[in-house]
């Protein structure tokens, strides 16, 4: 059973900056594809970012160039730098993992809420 615990939430504005962390406990870290969701207020959840095996990124297109998904296999966290935030980023963010790497995400977070307002 794989648990998720993310953190590094809260209120912005424009133009910050701010890094999400997700602690993992249970099974092998480093073999799980981690991800990052999120859910904006009235919107379905979606996705933000991946990473396989520490090195294998993928982001959505509006992540693209503003976010950075990244491990420490050391501390089992997956992290997502968000830079240049904007209201629009407003969202419950979830971590989730897949450790079957199967493209399931299988585990997921309680979730933080990122809030960017002027």
């Known amino acids: 059973q794989v648990q998720l615990v993310e953190s590094g939430g809260g209120t912005v504005q424009p133009g910050d900056s701010l890094r999400l962390s997700c602690q993992a406990s249970?099974?092998?870290?480093?073999?799980?594809?981690m991800g990052w969701f999120r859910q904006a207020p009235g919107k379905e959840r979606e996705f933000v970012a991946s990473?396989?095996?520490?090195?294998?990124?993928y982001y959505a297109e509006f992540a693209k160039g503003r976010f950075t998904i990244s491990t420490d296999n050391a501390r089992n966290t997956v992290y997502l730098q968000m830079n240049s935030l904007k209201v629009e980023d407003t969202a419950v963010y979830y971590c989730?993992?897949?450790?079957?790497?199967?493209?399931?995400?299988?585990?997921w977070g309680q979730g933080t809420l990122v809030t960017v307002s002027e």
């Open positions: 990473i396989s095996r520490s090195v294998f990124q």
């Open positions: 989730a993992a897949d450790p079957s790497r199967t493209g399931q995400f299988e585990y």
């Open positions: 249970g099974g092998t870290f480093s073999n799980y594809v």
